[in-house]
Structures are given as structure tokens and as C-alpha cells.
């Protein structure tokens, strides 16, 4: 396995490798995929079993135009409307498969819908172009854990990494897309991110947050325990008890601190890789968090880290 930088030759090599129905890590503008030729199942079984994930738990899939999703996807007019507004960017829309969708069975996981999305990273519509294929990209990481945000979290956190990570650097959004359902009359956002409840319904009108049910997760992805590391993780810290590292925000100082200023995209961005590097402390036995502001993409973080601190009994 290695790590490679970005060039065109690395981008030409993935993209066979990919054609051939091997797997390749890659950046986006959220966190690094794991990607694999959507259209082919045994490229499709290879993600699954490399993450240890749940065979219930859909893939979304990545495409290099929004023109691709009519081959795969039902797509309505708020699907025009929102990819007009948000795409390429991270926005992951569910919707309807096709009866003769192209894209395999297996990234749905038994369900009739499909999740779709257009990164916004160089890198990635680079390769998607190179590959002509859509790729289906869960984040790289092991099931239940911590998504990467760098090209050496995709070594440190799978077992059996792919022969190929291509190197973008660090992710700009740091947390994955927003998920949203469009199978139902009012779209649901089963999972918060970079684009907000606010900036979706400006352009499409109200949306409902959906509520999860930890037995039958809509977004099955969504378990209660996720992102989670080794250590137990404590929210809402004001301060740093004995044995703990703290996570702070703003001013609230900590060893590590997601953004001295205060800044919630800059949080967002960092928070993985604090969390790796909190974990990796060997002098802590417990991660304390500094309050994040639920507002904006503090949603998403906050969901995050509620996942991270949850008991892990949920097996994923
Ligand atoms: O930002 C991202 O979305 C990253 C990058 C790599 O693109 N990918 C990512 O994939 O986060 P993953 O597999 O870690 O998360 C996919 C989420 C899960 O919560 C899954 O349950 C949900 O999307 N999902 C996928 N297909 C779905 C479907 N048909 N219906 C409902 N939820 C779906
Ligand atoms: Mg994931």
C-alpha cells in the first residue's frame, strides 16, 4: 500500500485500478472516501468488507456531473433546484433508484433509494472524470470510528488500507456531507453538515430534521454510537478533570482547541484529526469536550461528537 501525492499519473493509475474493480482512497472536501466502481458489485463488496461495514448500511455515490444521476436516480425538480444551488459540494441527496439503475444493488443496501453527491474537490472530479464511472465512497475509516481528514488517518484506521491513497491534504470541510431524503414530500435531513437546514430550505423551502430511532435508523449510517474513539469522550466541559485531555472552543482553552477563535468552520475542520490526536495521548483516560455552539455547521459538529460520547453497544 502507499501514499501518493496528487499528480496526474496517480490520478490516471487510481482511475485504473478503479476501472478493473479495485478500491482507492481519495479526498474530497469533507473527509476521505474509500472509493469503488459503484456500477460493479464485487468492487462494491470489497468496500464493505475492508470498512467491517454493516451490510444494512448504504453507500453514497459519487458523481462528476449532476447529468449522471438520471442513469442511476429519480430525480424531480428540487433535485435541479438543489444541485443548482449546492453542487459540486457536500450534499448528499437520497432518492429513488431506478428500476434499471446503473449503479449496483449493493450500494443501496436493500433499500429502493439511492444517496448521490458531486464533491467539490479537485482531486475527486478529476478521478471521477478519469474513471467515467460513478464511484461509491463511504469515508475511510473502519466502520464506527473517526472519519479521516488527512491521507495517513486512511492508514491508521483500516485494517487492510487500499493499495492506492492518493494524497489531497488536509480537507477543507472536515465533516461529511449533509444527507438529505428527497423520497418524501418534505425532505428530511437525515444527517447535518456543511450545508445548512437554512441555506436548503432558502432555496427549496421547509425541511424536517429527521429524529433517529436507534433500532430503525431512516439513515441507517446514523447509529448512536459512531466517530467514536478508544477513549470515552466527556461533552460540554468546562474544564479538564484529572486524567482528562480537554477539546476546547474559542476561549475556553484546552490542551488541543478546535479554533482558539471561535470559529465554527475552522472547528469543523479540525475536529477528527483533535480527536485522533486526543486519543493517541497516552497520558488521558477520558476526551472532555469545550461546548460548540449549536448554530451553522455547529449542528454537524455537535452531532458528531454526541455520537462519539454515546455508550458503544450498538455494534457498528
Ligand atoms: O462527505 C461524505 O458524504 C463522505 C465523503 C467520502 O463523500 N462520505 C460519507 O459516506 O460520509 P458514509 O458511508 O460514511 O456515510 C453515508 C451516509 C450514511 O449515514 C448512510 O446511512 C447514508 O449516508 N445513506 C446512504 N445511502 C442512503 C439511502 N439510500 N438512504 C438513506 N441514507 C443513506
Ligand atoms: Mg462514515
Not at 55 to 81: E, K, Y
Not at 156 to 185: M, Q, Y
Not at 191 to 210: D, F, Y
Amino acid at each position: 500500500m502507499s501514499i501518493a501525492p496528487a499528480t496526474p499519473e496517480t490520478i490516471a493509475q487510481a482511475a485504473d485500478i478503479l476501472r478493473s474493480g479495485g478500491l482507492v482512497a481519495f479526498p474530497t472536501e469533507t473527509v476521505y472516501g474509500l472509493g469503488g466502481d459503484a456500477t460493479n458489485d464485487a468492487a462494491v463488496e470489497k468496500i464493505y468488507a475492508a470498512k467491517g461495514r454493516p451490510s444494512f448500511n448504504p453507500l453514497i455515490v459519487h458523481v462528476g456531473a449532476p447529468d449522471w444521476v438520471a442513469s442511476i436516480a429519480q430525480a424531480d425538480a428540487r433535485f435541479g433546484t438543489l444541485t443548482r444551488a449546492f453542487w459540486p459540494g457536500p450534499l448528499t441527496l437520497v432518492m429513488k433508484r431506478h428500476t434499471t439503475s446503473s449503479v449496483s444493488k449493493l450500494v443501496s443496501a436493500g433499500l429502493d433509494s439511492v444517496a448521490v453527491r458531486m464533491p467539490d474537490h479537485p482531486v475527486a472530479a478529476s478521478l471521477l472524470l478519469a474513471v467515467g464511472r460513478p464511484l461509491a465512497a463511504p469515508s475511510a475509516n473502519k466502520s464506527g470510528s473517526i472519519s479521516p481528514t488527512e491521507a495517513r488517518h486512511v492508514l491508521d484506521s483500516l485494517a487492510r488500507p487500499p493499495a492506492l491513497i492518493i494524497d489531497g491534504g488536509k480537507c477543507r470541510v472536515g465533516v461529511e456531507s449533509t444527507v438529505l431524503d428527497l423520497t418524501t414530500l418534505t425532505p428530511v435531513i437525515l444527517r447535518p453538515g456543511a450545508i445548512t437546514r437554512e441555506q436548503i430550505e432558502a432555496v427549496i423551502g421547509p425541511v424536517t430534521i429527521g429524529t433517529d430511532t436507534p433500532h430503525a435508523p431512516k439513515s441507517p449510517g446514523q447509529l448512536a454510537s459512531h466517530y467514536a474513539p478508544g477513549l470515552p469522550v466527556r461533552l460540554n466541559a468546562a474544564e479538564a478533570k484529572t486524567d482528562e485531555i480537554l477539546i476546547g472552543f474559542g476561549p475556553a482553552q484546552g490542551t488541543l482547541n478546535l479554533s482558539p477563535r471561535g470559529d465554527l468552520a475552522e472547528a469543523a475542520a479540525n475536529l477528527f484529526a483533535l480527536l485522533r490526536q486526543a486519543d493517541n495521548a497516552t497520558l488521558y483516560k477520558c476526551i472532555a469536550v469545550a461546548p460548540v455552539p449549536e448554530q451553522g455547521i455547529g449542528l454537524a459538529i455537535n452531532d458528531r461528537l454526541r455520537r462519539a460520547a454515546a455508550p458503544r453497544n450498538t455494534g457498528s
